[in-house]
C-alpha cells in the first residue's frame, strides 16, 4: 500500500499502544515514521520493528510539554528526513480520581501532557509545514470524554475538551495555507493486558473493573483495537481526507450514539 | 487487492456527474460489485458502462427512492445478481432554497419524501438482508447541523437523516452492521450551481466561505465514504467533510 508514500509524519507517544499501532500503518503505508516517546526502549524497539520490516522509522526522545524538546524533535526530524508533513498529537497521561480525590497539582500535570502537548504539537508541527508551504495535516488525539461527560474523568474530560475546540481553532486558523487539523475521539480501545495496565496504573484497578462493566453497554459489545484506531490516523494524513478539517472522527462502535 | 473485494454494493443518485457517480467509481475501483439507481435511465446507463469500462461489475436499476416497490425491486434484483449486500449508500437527494413564506406544504413534503422517506426505506429493507458486518452510509449534510436561510425544508430532512442515522446504527449494532452520516460542505456539483457550467463567482465566494479556501469536489466524498465503508469499529457518528465550514461559524471566513 502506498497512500503515505513519501510522507513524513511524526507520532508522539509512538512506544506503545494506539501510537505504537499508528507507526506500523503509516510505515506500512510508504511514510518516513519519527517515533517519539519518554521510555527509550520502547521508542528504540518500535523503530527496530520498522526497519526490520523494511519501513522507514527513527525514534527521537521527546518530552511533549517542552518547548525545547520540540524545537530540537522539529530539528533532528528536518535534518533526517528533509521536511514535515504531518504531526499526529497522540501522547497523553491519564487520570482516574474523582473530583474530590484529584488535587489541583494533579489536575494541572494531565493538563500539561494532554492539552499543552497538543497545543505545543500544534505551534512548532505548523512552524514545520511552513517551512515549505504545501500544506499538511496536523492530527489530535482526543476522546469521547470531549462531547460525553463520565463519573471520575475530571481532569481527561477537560484536557480532551480543550483538543477538541483547540483542533479546530487551529482548523480555522491555519486552512488558508493547507494546514488541515482534525481530532479523533475513540471510546474504550484494548491498549493493554489487564497485567500491564496494573503496571502501567497502579491506582486505576477500579477504572479497570468499571471497563468491563460498561463494554456489556457497548453496542459493539467489545473495545475498540489500537490497530482501528490507527487506520482513522492513516485516514486524517493521508490525501483521502484533503477537504477535511476542523472535523471530529469518533470511533467509539456506537457509544455515544446511545 | 482491493479493499472491497467480494463486497456487493448499492448507490442511490448515481445517475449524473456527481457525488454518486464518484462513489460509484471508487468503490468498484476497490473491487466491490455495484448497483447503481437513479431516476434519469441514459444517466445511470452512463455511470454502469464507465464502471464497466474500469473493469467494474455494475447494474444500472431505474429507482425512485421515495416509492417503497421500488426499493424492494432494488434490493430483490441487487441480491438476485450478485448472491448477496453488504453496502449501502442512501446518496439520492434533492435540494432548493425558498423562503419559508413561498414554501408550500407540498414543497416540503416533496423534500421530506426523497431525503427522509427515501433514506428510510433504503435501511429498512436493506438491512435484515444484508450481510453480518456491512455497512451503511447516510449523505446527510452540514446543512443537517446548521442553519441555512430560506433551507426550511433541506435542513429539516437532513437533520432527520442525521438523527435517525444513530437510532438505526444501535439497531444493527447486532450484526455489526455499521451506519453512519457524512456531512459534506459545499461540494461542487450541478446541485448547488457547480460542475463544469457552473459559475466562477459563485464558486469564489463558497471559497472565501471555507477556511481551507475550496470548494469539494465528488472525489472528496467518494474517498470519505470509502473509508466509512471500510472502518470497522466506526458506527452511529456524523463525518464532517467540509473543509471546515462546520467549525468556524461565521468568525472564522474572515480570517487569514
Same mark, same amino acid.
Given at each position: 500500500?502506498?497512500?503515505?508514500?513519501?510522507?513524513?509524519?511524526?507520532?508522539? %507517544?509512538?512506544?506503545?499502544?494506539?501510537?505504537?499501532?499508528?507507526?506500523?500503518?503509516?510505515?506500512?503505508?510508504?511514510?518516513?515514521?519519527?517515533?517519539?516517546?519518554?521510555?527509550?526502549?520502547?521508542?528504540?524497539?518500535?523503530?527496530?520493528?520498522? @526497519?526490520?520490516?523494511?519501513?522507514?522509522?527513527?525514534?527521537?526522545?521527546?518530552?511533549?510539554?517542552?518547548?525545547?524538546?520540540?524545537?530540537?524533535?522539529?530539528?533532528?526530524?528536518?535534518?533526517?528526513?528533509?521536511?514535515?508533513?504531518?504531526?499526529?498529537?497522540?501522547?497523553?497521561?491519564?487520570?482516574?480520581?474523582?473530583?474530590?480525590?484529584?488535587?489541583?497539582?494533579?489536575?494541572?500535570?494531565?493538563?500539561?501532557?494532554?492539552?499543552?502537548?497538543?497545543?505545543?504539537?500544534?505551534?512548532?508541527?505548523?512552524?514545520?509545514?511552513?517551512?515549505? %508551504?504545501?500544506?499538511?495535516?496536523?492530527?489530535?488525539?482526543?476522546?469521547?470524554?470531549?462531547?460525553?461527560?463520565?463519573?471520575?474523568?475530571?481532569?481527561?474530560?477537560?484536557?480532551?475538551?480543550?483538543?477538541? @475546540?483547540?483542533?479546530?481553532? %487551529?482548523?480555522?486558523?491555519?486552512?488558508?495555507?493547507?494546514?488541515?487539523?482534525?481530532?479523533?475521539?475513540? !471510546?474504550?480501545?484494548?491498549?493493554?493486558?489487564?497485567?500491564?495496565?496494573?503496571?502501567?496504573?497502579?491506582?486505576?484497578?477500579?477504572?479497570?473493573?468499571?471497563?468491563?462493566?460498561?463494554?456489556?453497554?457497548?453496542?459493539?459489545?467489545?473495545?475498540?483495537?489500537?490497530?482501528?484506531?490507527?487506520?482513522?490516523?492513516?485516514?486524517?494524513?493521508?490525501?483521502?481526507?484533503?477537504?477535511?478539517?476542523?472535523?471530529? @472522527?469518533?470511533?467509539? !462502535? %456506537?457509544?455515544?450514539?446511545? | 487487492?482491493?479493499?472491497?473485494?467480494? *463486497?456487493?454494493?448499492?448507490?442511490?443518485?448515481?445517475?449524473?456527474?456527481?457525488?454518486?457517480?464518484?462513489?460509484?467509481?471508487?468503490?468498484?475501483? =476497490?473491487?466491490?460489485?455495484?448497483?447503481?439507481?437513479?431516476?434519469?435511465?441514459?444517466?445511470?446507463?452512463?455511470?454502469?458502462?464507465?464502471?464497466?469500462?474500469?473493469?467494474? *461489475?455494475?447494474?444500472?436499476?431505474?429507482?425512485?427512492?421515495?416509492?417503497?416497490?421500488?426499493? #424492494?425491486?432494488?434490493?430483490? *434484483?441487487?441480491?438476485?445478481?450478485?448472491?448477496?449486500?453488504? #453496502?449501502?449508500?442512501?446518496?439520492?437527494?434533492?435540494?432548493?432554497?425558498?423562503? #419559508?413564506?413561498?414554501?408550500?406544504?407540498?414543497?416540503?413534503? =416533496?423534500?421530506?419524501?426523497?431525503?427522509?422517506?427515501?433514506?428510510?426505506?433504503?435501511?429498512?429493507?436493506?438491512?435484515?438482508?444484508?450481510?453480518?458486518?456491512?455497512? #451503511?452510509?447516510?449523505?446527510?449534510?452540514?446543512?443537517?447541523?446548521?442553519?441555512?436561510?430560506?433551507?426550511?425544508?433541506?435542513?429539516?430532512?437532513?437533520?432527520?437523516?442525521?438523527?435517525?442515522?444513530?437510532?438505526?446504527?444501535?439497531?444493527?449494532?447486532?450484526?455489526?452492521?455499521?451506519?453512519?452520516?457524512?456531512?459534506?460542505?459545499?461540494?461542487?456539483?450541478?446541485?448547488?450551481?457547480?460542475?463544469?457550467?457552473?459559475?466562477?463567482?459563485?464558486?469564489?465566494?463558497?471559497?472565501?466561505?471555507?477556511?481551507?479556501?475550496?470548494?469539494?469536489?465528488?472525489?472528496?466524498?467518494?474517498?470519505?465514504?470509502?473509508?466509512?465503508?471500510?472502518?470497522?469499529?466506526?458506527?452511529?457518528?456524523?463525518?464532517?467533510?467540509?473543509?471546515?465550514?462546520?467549525?468556524?461559524?461565521?468568525?472564522?471566513?474572515?480570517?487569514?
Amino acid at each position: 500500500m502506498t497512500s503515505l508514500l513519501n510522507k513524513n509524519v511524526i507520532v508522539t %507517544g509512538g512506544g506503545r499502544g494506539i501510537g505504537k499501532a499508528a507507526c506500523h500503518l503509516l510505515s506500512k503505508e510508504g511514510a518516513n515514521v519519527v517515533i517519539t516517546c519518554r521510555t527509550k526502549e520502547e521508542g528504540l524497539a518500535v523503530e527496530k520493528e520498522i @526497519l526490520d520490516s523494511r519501513g522507514s522509522g527513527k525514534y527521537i526522545s521527546h518530552d511533549v510539554t517542552s518547548e525545547e524538546s520540540w524545537k530540537n524533535l522539529i530539528n533532528q526530524t528536518i535534518k533526517q528526513f528533509g521536511r514535515i508533513d504531518s504531526v499526529v498529537n497522540n501522547a497523553g497521561g491519564y487520570n482516574f480520581e474523582s473530583i474530590s480525590e484529584c488535587s489541583l497539582e494533579n489536575f494541572q500535570k494531565l493538563l500539561r501532557t494532554s492539552l499543552n502537548g497538543c497545543f505545543l504539537g500544534l505551534k512548532f508541527g505548523t512552524e514545520a509545514i511552513r517551512k515549505h %508551504g504545501e500544506g499538511g495535516s496536523i492530527v489530535m488525539m482526543s476522546s469521547i470524554l470531549a462531547k460525553v461527560g463520565a463519573p471520575n474523568y475530571s481532569a481527561l474530560s477537560a484536557a480532551h475538551g480543550g483538543v477538541k @475546540l483547540l483542533a479546530k481553532a %487551529g482548523a480555522c486558523e491555519l486552512g488558508p495555507e493547507k494546514i488541515r487539523v482534525n481530532s479523533i475521539h475513540p !471510546g474504550l480501545v484494548d491498549t493493554y493486558s489487564d497485567e500491564l495496565f496494573a503496571e502501567i496504573y497502579p491506582d486505576a484497578t477500579e477504572s479497570l473493573e468499571l471497563q468491563k462493566e460498561i463494554i456489556k453497554d457497548i453496542p459493539f459489545n467489545r473495545l475498540a483495537s489500537p490497530e482501528e484506531v490507527a487506520e482513522t490516523i492513516r485516514f486524517l494524513v493521508s490525501d483521502e481526507s484533503i477537504f477535511m478539517t476542523g472535523a471530529e @472522527l469518533t470511533i467509539d !462502535g %456506537g457509544m455515544i450514539a446511545k | 487487492m482491493g479493499r472491497l473485494d467480494n *463486497k456487493i454494493a448499492i448507490i442511490t443518485g448515481a445517475t449524473s456527474f456527481g457525488i454518486g457517480r464518484e462513489t460509484a467509481l471508487r468503490l468498484a475501483g =476497490e473491487g466491490a460489485s455495484l448497483t447503481v439507481t437513479g431516476r434519469n435511465e441514459e444517466a445511470g446507463n452512463e455511470t454502469a458502462d464507465m464502471v464497466i469500462k474500469e473493469g467494474g *461489475k455494475c447494474l444500472y436499476i431505474q429507482h425512485d427512492v421515495s416509492n417503497e416497490d421500488n426499493w #424492494i425491486n432494488v434490493v430483490d *434484483k441487487t441480491i438476485d445478481a450478485y448472491g448477496s449486500l453488504d #453496502i449501502l449508500v442512501n446518496n439520492a437527494g434533492q435540494f432548493w432554497v425558498k423562503s #419559508i413564506a413561498d414554501t408550500s406544504l407540498e414543497d416540503f413534503n =416533496e423534500i421530506c419524501s426523497v431525503n427522509i422517506d427515501g433514506t428510510w426505506l433504503g435501511m429498512k429493507h436493506s438491512l435484515e438482508r444484508m450481510n453480518n458486518g456491512g455497512a #451503511i452510509v447516510n449523505v446527510s449534510s452540514l446543512m443537517g447541523q446548521m442553519g441555512l436561510p430560506d433551507g426550511s425544508g433541506y435542513c429539516a430532512s437532513k437533520g432527520a437523516v442525521t438523527s435517525m442515522t444513530k437510532a438505526v446504527a444501535l439497531e444493527a449494532a447486532e450484526k455489526k452492521i455499521r451506519v453512519n452520516a457524512l456531512h459534506p460542505g459545499v461540494i461542487w456539483t450541478p446541485m448547488v450551481g457547480g460542475g463544469e457550467q457552473g459559475d466562477e463567482n459563485l464558486k469564489n465566494f463558497f471559497i472565501q466561505e471555507t477556511p481551507i479556501r475550496m470548494v469539494g469536489l465528488p472525489e472528496h466524498m467518494a474517498d470519505a465514504i470509502l473509508f466509512l465503508c471500510t472502518a470497522e469499529y466506526i458506527t452511529g457518528v456524523d463525518l464532517n467533510v467540509d473543509g471546515g465550514r462546520l467549525a468556524d461559524g461565521s468568525m472564522g471566513s474572515h480570517a487569514g
